[in-house]
């Protein structure tokens, strides 16, 4: 290639890789070269020429790599799908230690990535402080603070657990408790918000001891205490499918046939409710239109610039399983 260009191999590294100075005939002479020998990879031509390089970035925590994270998967395949129809890539990068913003410099810095895809994101979120303030375009699975570009995508997570409730006092139930993950986030707050509001509107209380919040061995620890109180719930409704199994499992360690004696229901709808026996009755993420959702606006950034665009809900569906 240097040969046909009639440049250096050096030369060509740099063109290649972007660094050290070079004229624009430098530029168009190795690009030709390389469209001449049909170099592969083939986008490096079109990504010389329009500075731009078809991938999205998508930041997952280490936590998300869990094989309970069924949801986070179920996103990211249906993000790499959505991407595709566009001719993009998802590039999926982690971080090390506890501040995940080094990683995302050394993306912007490198100019690996047209635009990047933030999942969980919180409101006051400083991945997207940072994407914000570097001026790099960027779409968020969450919603951001008022003062910040409102490029997110989100569910109505209050919203989507009402049809959850009606579902299960058309069915018979008056005695709840909910129980949760550990977190501050706003979309847990939201979701036992909503299953307040959903059981007020019925006239059915929901008293705070029949609330929880934890990981995996407390829940457990929970619910077996729960489950044998003189009066125990006939429904428990969960935060999420992950939790929703551990309470499945809990109840069926202390002799109930979930779907029978007892309800218990998820939230995302994703793999880990299917796999499930009996299968999760549960509120179900869309998870192809938020992807798409994202993509699209990651392509609006990149070619327009800041779009000011608001963000966006995207509802939610009742999926019936077997556990309620």
């Not at 949760?180 to 705070?208: H, M, Q, T």
Request: net charge neutral; hydrophobic share 45%; with cysteine.
């Amino acid at each position: 290639m240097a040969r046909l260009a009639g440049v250096s191999r050096q030369t060509v590294s740099n063109v290649l890789n972007g660094r050290a100075a070079f004229s624009r005939d430098t530029e168009a002479r190795v690009v030709a070269a390389m469209e001449e020998l049909a170099y592969k990879p083939s986008r490096a031509a079109q990504t010389m020429r329009s500075r731009r390089t078809h991938q999205f970035a998508y930041h997952m925590a280490g936590e998300q790599l869990e094989a309970a994270r069924g949801f986070t998967l179920s996103f990211l395949q249906a993000l790499v799908k959505a991407a595709a129809r566009e001719d993009h890539h998802i590039l999926v990068f982690t971080h090390h230690g506890a501040d995940p913003l080094p990683a995302f410099r050394d993306l912007i810095a490198r100019r690996s990535v047209d635009a990047f895809i933030v999942d969980e994101s919180r409101v006051d979120d400083p991945r997207v402080r940072l994407l914000a303030a570097e001026g790099v375009p960027f779409a968020c699975f969450g919603r951001t603070a008022p003062d910040l570009p409102q490029q997110w995508v989100d569910v109505d997570n209050a919203s989507g657990m009402l049809p959850l409730v009606e579902h299960l006092a058309a069915a018979g139930h008056r005695d709840y408790a909910y129980v949760g993950a550990e977190g501050g986030e706003y979309w847990k707050r939201d979701r036992l918000a909503g299953l307040r509001l959903g059981l007020e509107r019925l006239g059915v209380s929901l008293a705070d001891d029949r609330v929880f919040h934890g990981d995996d061995r407390a829940i457990r620890r929970w619910v077996t205490r729960l489950l044998h109180r003189r009066r125990p719930p006939t429904a428990i409704v969960t935060s999420s499918d992950a939790v929703g199994a551990v309470v499945v499992s809990s109840c069926q360690a202390a002799g109930l046939r979930v779907g029978r004696d007892i309800a218990v229901t998820g939230f995302d709808g994703g793999a880990v409710g299917l796999i499930v026996e009996p299968a999760l009755t549960s509120v179900r993420i869309p998870v192809e239109r938020v992807a798409g959702e994202l993509v699209t606006r990651c392509l609006e950034e990149v070619s327009s610039g800041p779009t000011g665009r608001p963000g966006v809900l995207v509802p939610t569906e009742l999926t019936v399983g077997g556990s309620a």
